[in-house]
């Protein structure tokens, strides 16, 4: 499938290449240099000149890229590319040029591992750490003992997790983490408001446990069954305000630990965890996203007089015993400010000339409150006349136990065969991806 793979910095030099066909020549790494790392106009991470394409990812300060001559699926080559993006990170906790000088060896070892004759074999992190470890040659003996174990892995049907894996403490630990968008209309209609989330996990337990996992997009939330205080509040006080207790899920993509079969059937999401940390699904949904805070702004600009006025105020939706951390509302002004006269009712607000907008931060947004801010900007005189955008208000937030788009988890389940106990742990979290308002 693939001809070959290169890691390159943001220079353009080559820092890894490794070849899997007969049908490109190294050379070839100068014409991605050219067409990519050296233009100024680079519109897609897709690539074609003549019958090469080049696949790129942008990962810290490094290009990742993928060459192939067939017609090849480009959603799987960027998904192997995302891929090495997660090994290098787990095996070097930062995947940067440093950490691809110092490691150049063991790279191409792993290369070797996950891509045979340009298919991409194993990519599971904990899989490859069984056999290649980053310090160094392991002892005759220990190769041996795990001889057996990574043929099991690496062949059998759960190739992510290896079946002796013991802990004291079993625990599964769940985060529901969503960005909500939105962008709104100078009069106040939303002309877009979506979810995307993600369901991460990190397990840590004994055996080869079965986990059942069961969310609301089918079944009432009421009816369910729940862990303790797993739900948010808002929640359940959106359905008595007439809201839907379930969700309708536009797309969902799942680890492949994950049996498919089931979820169409029950809508229950049945696996057997990897060991520590991995991402157990994405979804989106577009139908009744709960927004976390409403924004009016009334700006008046009085170009005669060289100021313009601003009244904003901003309201949290979600439940009083839920609160947001970390709000920070960008508030745009025109790019000859030259003095601002601001106050607010709530946390810190100044003017930031570098972004040409008045910065408002507020540490702690208790649920139900609502803040204002009062400003006016001075504008120098100019004799530039192009007339002022007015790009849009900005907002970023982080509200812990809340989720925008009313996702609950309403059960976690573990079987495993010794019937031992375990401790589980659930955390929402909705944060900003593109929050805007027009004015």
Known sequence: MLSGFFIFNAKGEVLISRLYRNDIKRSISDVFRIQVVSSTDVRSPITTVGSTAFFHHKHENIYLVAVSKLNVNSAIVFEFLYKVAEIGKSYFGK??????????????????????????????????????????????????E????????????????????????????????ESVNLLMSSKGTTLRADVSGQVLMRAYLSGMPECKFGLN???????????????????SSNAKK????????????FHQCVKLSNFEESRTITFIPPDGEFELMRYRSTNNVYLPFRVNAVVDEHADAMHVDYKISVRSLFDSKVFGQNVVIKIPAPPNTNNTKIKVTGGKAKYVGSENAIV???????????????????????????????????????????TSSGLVVRFLKIFEKSNYQSVKWVRYLTKAGTYQIRF
């Not at 440093?98 to 150049?104: C, L, P, R």
């Not at 980053?134 to 002892?139: A, C, P, Q, R």
């Not at 099991?152 to 983490?177: C, H, L, M």
Request: net charge negative; glycine share 8%; charged share 25%.
């Open 360 to 402: 408002w931060k507020i540490a702690r947004f208790q649920g139900g409150q609502e803040y204002v801010i009062s400003a006016v900007a001075q504008m120098a005189t100019t004799n530039s006349k192009k007339a002022w955008s007015r790009p849009p208000i900005s907002m970023d937030f982080q509200v812990v136990m809340f």
């Open 95 to 144: 995947f940067d040029e440093a950490a691809v000088k110092s490691n150049f060896t063991l790279i191409y070892e792993l290369m070797d591992e996950i891509c045979d004759f340009g298919f991409p074999q194993i990519t599971e992190p904990e899989a490859l750490k069984l056999y290649i470890t980053t310090e160094g040659v392991k002892s005759e003996k220990a190769v041996l």
């Open 217 to 235: 997009d089918r079944v009432a939330v009421e009816g369910g069954e729940h862990l303790g205080r797993i739900v948010p509040p808002t929640i």
């Open 146 to 177: 795990s001889g057996s174990k990574i043929a099991i892995q690496a062949t059998g049907a759960v190739s992510w997790r290896r079946p002796d894996i013991k802990y004291r403490k079993n625990e599964a630990f769940i985060d529901v983490v």
């Open 242 to 253: 007439g809201g839907s207790s379930t969700v309708d899920l536009d797309d969902a993509q």
